[in-house]
């Protein structure tokens, strides 16, 4: 299993993986708008944006430093949840889980439904405009296949991207968190790194460091999978369902 | 980098970005590490995972400033007060590093009667001549020795020719250990900073005095011979008026705090593109050969008296002549010879000041009837954007090397005043060549980086279309040249005839860029063989060399630029990935990483040590020092040349082996760095009368008009220009990509939220900025991370704009650099583009965009004088060319 571990702490927001990641998969630009959003005019991810840096500028420090004012950085990307919504939700099967763990989306059989769009609890999943298709990080599945590190992790110049083995990941991460809080950093804290702490999605294969709230970073602060509301929403129907019949079986049977 | 250069004796970095991640504390001043140089920032975010303090100062919170565990805002242009107060507060709390001071550097060397500070003379330093508005150095010179040549900066021409060598007597200076002679230099450097209190860099910097104080703290407990602190810079401190003495003042405080030559020391000197570094080694400036070598100058009017000028009378430039005749011999082969002065008069002799501004300014006069433009866009790049378009306007011709039609090379077609009818192209004489250009996948050659080192690029594809390399072009070019001068007879073409130009070429036209960087390497002509270092360099024409700080990079016969072994697979220095000068050092002055016995100051920061069994320097690195030279060696009174290298001499470029903390010679402007204000200022100098740098070079032209010195009304901001980490310089190689385009797709500036709110400035709305050269529009960016600052009871509010955009590419704006003034530092001529004074409103300019050179000229504001009245002659230019002189 296979995965990435984003340290937030240590983006300097330079995007070297927007555009290697741009550049290995020859991804078109977004158009060139300037949006007032800080450093980033990239906006969110996208069909046609697979990592995205975003920045959050604070007027408050961060835990350890003397800067009255702190600016956040973080590089988004598919989060190949260990419970993908998207997946579950695909009815061609386009959408798969690869043997490394990933979840990839087969161009060639994706028919553009877009459900998956709706299924995905953080919105990364996103349809082109030109083909309708449903695109997203394939978390560089040819480079994988090579044995090649993803083109983001392997460009980012701090080692805020490190794409590894899971377990290993985690131990990493986990470590990294004491540091941090030995530093004075108190507020640093995983996202989504097990399923314990995030049970919506079972746990992000793409999971990350933060110093602040989640939505600070456009993050869901609780995403769950639809799909979990499953066996929920059709016991409720069915509930719905049998009470109806009630009703209308009272109604008849009444005189 | 005569900063550098003169400080320690070599123009560039003291040591290598592998080396931050050693450092116990990282200043980062002058510069944006994070955004411009991302990936060598990797080994400070290393360093601070090691736990070293990491400090920024600027005028904006920046990307790396987000890193830091301190950010220290302060004004733009006012660095040096900030740096006089650290050291100051060094000097005065007893916290320098008192065993290197006194053995390393020239602390304790007393200087002449003669000599009187700036505190004394308002500003000014003994020996202006108010008449030719200059220094005679005569009273900066170390007492009971003559003149002498300094190491960094020899370009710099004395006037007259010296009977003999200087510096043969550099033996016989005096010298007070204890530090309290009344005139040695350390107690003249505690009486020139004595001003330089916490409270004047906080009426100022605008800094307070608890972070002040702090970077002093970080600092000085960081520094002794188990702690070791670096500096990081890069054009946010060269770009100013005082540019040089800027990087003087951090190299006071690493010589002091005993930082230089030791790991985790040093002063990173960041350059602004791949090769800048390379540029100057082997250069493009008008007034320097290979290897810093000074171009031969009018007033020189033979060899000897050429090399009796450019020799020292100790340290490696003692060894002059072999580097120059060495030069001459791979230049012109068999003709150089000693009856022919090895060809030193087939060299153009320099009569003046040739560098960019003064040439584009002779442009615009009509002067000049052709021009190169390869690898750069001055148009957008340099400051003055519209003056430089006047000059280009009024060649005969003009020649582009670029990947795209870039701004300059489109100067007749897309211009703002050609789009606004106020110049017709039918009306420009100028015929424009346009050359596409390979980029450096598609062809060989190397870079030299930030960090002195050369790496080799293979060509990966072959160039597109018409594309070619810059090499191919050059060689063509004097292909030609040679085919129309090879029937001529006359004296004066015998250069171009007698050039050794005769490169294998791997295909039709392409020549082999190997064997170019093998005659850079040099080889001895008696035995045929490349040279394994500079030290075999002959002075009697039997080795050549095309720059001797290079040789040993194609030493053996292997391209040694293109070793790539893998760190993990050598110790940290990694010395078989590529190749540095001189030598293959990392870390220069190494032999300082040892106390003066020849140990290692501690276990901690060892790095270069005297093997007391083997009779010789070893370490990590090639010692920096010549290599059997024992520590306790001494040179007797009146040695010269090598000899007079003492063991305990770690600068062995300079004429006395020591650190310069205070420079006798080599500075136009000084021997130490005095706080002026740039040449337009918000408030008026606190220390002295003398408000601005009195050495600094002005072109008073129509148009080039500057703002009053300080108070302008018109003018109340600052403005500070810079980069960001999505587009490359003026936008050559970026505004014309998509992926990069999109991630900072217009000009901006950014501004506090309450200058937006004082101005009425809208979040993502338009904005016009002003100055007297001319108007720019771009949009708003309000953020905190740029807040006003108290400076002597006033508010100060700084305005930030980066300078990429331009009138053409796939993403295109106005250039900041518009808003310049040519005005510049003059001792390396740069522009001041970091500080200055502006304006700014609301909303868009006009159709019609103002700019001085087209008849909107300014009213010119006479208000508060720069330079005490009747202390500073005016000129027009610079220099004023004599054709008859020429």
Known sequence: MKGFFTDTTLCIGCKACEVACKQWNQLPDDGFNFTGLSYDNTGHLGSSTWRHVSFVERPVPLGGTLSSFSWLMMSDVCKHCARAGCLEACPTGAIVRTEFGSVYVQPDICNGCGYCVSACPFGVVDRRGDDGRAWKCTLCYDRLKADLTPACAKHCPTGSIQYGDLVELRVKARSRVEELHAQGMGEAYLYGADPESQPGTGGLNAFFLLCDRPEKYNLPPDPVVPTKKVRRSWLSMGAAAVGLAALTLAAVVTP | MPGLGISFGRGGATTFQQDLKNADVIVIQGSNMAECHPVGFQWVMEAKARGAKIVHVDPRFTRTSAMADLYVPLRAGTDIAFLGGIIRYILENDRAFKEYVVNYTNAPVIVSDDYADPEDLEGFFSGWDAASGEYDTETWKYADVGDMPAAGHKEVVPKGVPPKVRGLDITHRKSDPSLQHPRCVYQILRKHFARYTPEAVADICGVSPEKFLKVCEWLCENSGPDRTGAFCYAVGWTQHTVGVQYIRSAAIIQLLLGNIGRPGGGIMALRGHASIQGSTDIPTLFNLLPGYLPMPHANHDNLSEYLRINSAGAGFWSEYPAYFVSLMKSWFGEAATEETDWGFRWLPAISGDHSHMTTVADMAQGKLRGYFVIGENPVVGSSNGAYHREGLRKLEWLVVRDFALTETAEFWRTAPEIASGEIRPEEIGTEVFFFPAATHTEKDGSFTNTQRMLQWHHKAVEPPGDCRSDLQFTYELGKRLRELYADSTIDRDRPIRALTWDYPELKPGEP???????????????????????????????????????????????????????????????????????????????????????????????????????????????????????????????????????????????????????????????????????????????????????????????????????????????????????????????????????????????????????????????????????????????????????????????????????????????????????????????????????????????????????????????????????????????????????
Request: net charge positive.
């Open chain 2, 512 to 886: 082999d860029a190997e064997a170019v960087l093998a005659e850079i390497n040099g080889r001895d002509l008696v035995t045929g063989k490349p040279l394994q270092k500079y030290a075999q360099l002959k002075r009697d024409g039997s080795t050549a060399c095309g720059c001797w700080i290079y040789a040993g990079v194609y030493a053996n016969g292997v391209n040694q630029a293109a070793r790539r072994k893998p760190a993990r697979e050598q110790h940290w220095v990694a010395p078989d990935w590529g190749w540095a000068w001189p030598d293959n050092r990392r870390i220069l002055y190494n032999r300082a990483s040892a106390a003066p016995d020849g140990k290692p100051w501690s276990e901690r920061k060892r790095y270069v040590w005297w093997d007391e069994e083997a009779q010789k320097w070893t370490g990590y690195d090639n010692p920096d020092f010549i290599a059997d030279r024992p520590p306790a060696y001494r040179p007797i009174l009146g040695a010269a040349g090598l000899d007079a290298i003492s063991g305990v001499d770690p600068f062995i470029l300079q004429i006395d082996g020591k650190g310069w903390l205070y420079a006798p010679a080599g500075l136009l402007d000084g021997p130490l760095p005095t706080h002026y204000e740039p040449e337009e200022s918000v408030v008026e100098n606190l220390l002295y009368r003398q408000q601005c740098n009195p050495r600094r070079l002005e072109w008073h032209t129509s148009s080039n008009p500057y703002h009053r010195a300080f108070a302008d009304p018109r003018f109340s901001c600052v403005l500070t220009t810079y980069r960001v980490t999505e587009h490359h310089t003026a936008g050559g190689m970026s505004r014309w990509l998509s992926w990069l385009s999109e991630l900072m797709p217009e000009m901006f500036c950014e501004v506090s939220p309450e200058l937006a709110g004082k101005r009425g400035l809208v979040h993502g709305g338009w904005a016009t900025i002003s100055t007297a050269r001319g108007d720019i529009e771009c949009r708003v960016l309000v953020t905190r991370r740029l807040s006003p600052l108290r400076v002597r009871g006033r508010t100060v509010h700084q305005i930030g704009v980066p300078y990429h955009w331009g009138y053409t590419g796939r993403v295109r704006g106005d250039s900041s650099n518009d808003l310049l003034a040519f005005v510049a530092d003059p001792n390396v001529h740069i522009q001041e583009s970091k500080a200055l004074t502006a304006d700014i409103r609301p909303g868009r300019r006009g159709r019609v965009r103002r700019a001085a050179v087209h008849g909107f000229p300014a009213r010119p504001e006479l208000g508060p004088p720069r330079d005490i009245v009747g202390l500073r002659p005016f000129k027009q230019q610079p220099l004023q060319h004599d054709p008859a002189k020429e």
